[in-house]
């Protein structure tokens, strides 16, 4: 038995020494894991420290931005730039151009379109132009990388309670508020004095913001303004006060989905039994309760000169189907209102009737891709008398010919304003009239001093 004792210490001796070992080296690992454990907070903390300080640092030196939440399913900017696989069209024809779409309260805009009518009007290319760019690739969330800074102010979705029509007369203190804001809020239009900045004025007079001519001339353009680029629907050859601005001249906003379902029912191709149309406002007496002349007389003397004449389909009533006439017609007369441009002009181009333009010196818009001398008529202010002759002489000799050119698809896409900009479309053409203005951009500037 004792001996047994004996046999059996040299065992429970090592078995207490391997526990106390491994007692010790629990010990030894748990110290390890405390200062491990230990080590990564403060590497964490230090991490999180420094991130926060370079955040405000950056912070302080460009200042926050609200963006706009819109569809990312795009490849972005940036990629684009720097994977030439993803190189699009509009990137290299535009030369690459950038345009920062700010982010205006909701008065500016928004809260205009309760009315349906603010985005579907005669002058709603503000809209149309604003809901493109949003979604457009020449889009830029980053103002520091941007060429131009679009201002989306809608002036003309104030309709009159008395006769319907836009009332403008609110919108030079509507655009001064909208400066006054943008300013105020980013480096940007102090930088350039606006000159890098872009405006929609899609009305009678444009960036005089008047409805009559003579008014327009008085005020003339905005000073804030003068220095600013506008897209404008108002455009002459000669010298006016009225584009003493830098301008792109923009077609009147005619509804995309409008003229589609006109063409669906009355394809271009189809009967054209009506020799020449108008519908729309013409005095019996030209001169109205204002003391002006409408139309310089010019609907006028058209209404006493042919209103009998069997050949001319002349209307002074408004009809809401009134586009299912123009695409049963073969010209289209287009005289000048208050001031010389007319929907009809977008209107009988989409629908295939050749326009019939009566308003002297008219500057049209997108030459670079509507070949006007080649799908329309011109006819001059003073020779409105002679009509029946100049189009019965062009329907007995080239009315063939002017109807293949006017019925290319692509002349009808470029004065049409899609919901998002598609290639050759009216915002597409707007764009590379800005990008033929890409010397005011700051962003340039800077470019090429470095």
Request: charged residues 20%.
């Amino acid at each position: 038995m004792s001996l047994q004792l004996e046999t059996n210490r040299p065992t429970q001796k090592k078995a207490l020494f391997y526990a106390r070992m491994k007692l010790l080296h629990s010990r030894n690992n748990n110290l390890s894991k405390n200062l491990c454990y230990k080590f990564f907070k403060y590497v964490i903390w230090f991490s999180i420290s420094l991130y926060f300080l370079s955040s405000l640092i950056i912070t302080r030196h460009n200042p926050t931005i609200s963006r706009t939440t819109i569809s990312r399913s795009k490849p972005s900017r940036a990629l684009m730039e720097e994977d030439p696989r993803l190189d699009s069209s509009a990137h290299g024809l535009f030369n690459g151009m950038k345009i920062y779409v700010y982010d205006l309260p909701a008065k500016f805009n928004g809260e205009w379109l309760a009315n349906e009518r603010c985005s579907r009007h005669l002058f709603a290319a503000e809209v149309a132009i604003h809901r493109a760019l949003m979604n457009s690739e020449v889009r830029t969330f980053d103002p520091w990388q941007a060429d131009f800074f679009f201002v989306p102010v809608y002036v003309s979705c104030n309709f009159s309670q008395v006769n319907g029509f836009p009332a403008i007369g609110h919108a030079r203190s509507l655009m001064a508020s909208a400066i006054q804001h943008v300013s105020s809020q980013l480096p940007f239009w102090n930088r350039s004095l606006g000159a890098d900045h872009v405006f929609v004025a899609s009305h009678d007079f444009g960036s005089c913001f008047h409805t009559m001519e003579d008014m327009a001339i008085a005020e003339g353009v905005p000073e804030f303004l003068r220095n600013s680029i506008i897209l404008q629907t108002f455009g002459v050859e000669h010298k006016h006060p009225c584009q003493e601005v830098e301008n792109v001249v923009v077609p009147p906003y005619v509804s995309p989905e409008s003229v589609r379902a006109t063409l669906e029912a009355s394809p271009l191709t189809g009967r054209r039994d009506i020799f020449a149309f108008f519908r729309g406002k013409m005095e019996v007496h030209p001169k109205n309760v204002s003391g002006r002349y409408y139309s310089k007389r010019v609907r006028t003397t058209i209404l006493r000169k042919y209103g009998n004449d069997r050949r001319f389909y002349l209307r002074r009533h408004r009809f809401a189907g009134y586009q299912s006439e123009i695409a049963r017609s073969k010209f289209c007369l287009c005289p000048l209102g208050w001031a010389p441009w007319s929907p009809r002009l977008v209107e009988s181009v989409a629908l295939g009737c050749v326009p019939v333009i009566i308003a002297d010196g008219i500057r049209l818009p997108f030459p670079g891709a509507v070949p006007w001398a080649e799908i329309s008529l011109t006819v001059a202010e003073a020779d409105v008398d002679k009509l029946g002759g100049i189009l019965a002489h062009v329907a007995a000799t080239n009315l063939t010919a002017i109807q293949r050119n006017l019925w290319d698809p692509r002349v009808r896409k470029a004065l049409l304003f899609e919901d998002e900009v598609s290639e050759g479309d009216a915002t597409w053409q707007v764009l590379v009239g800005l990008s033929g203005k890409l010397d005011r951009s700051h962003r340039k500037w800077r470019v090429s001093s470095e």
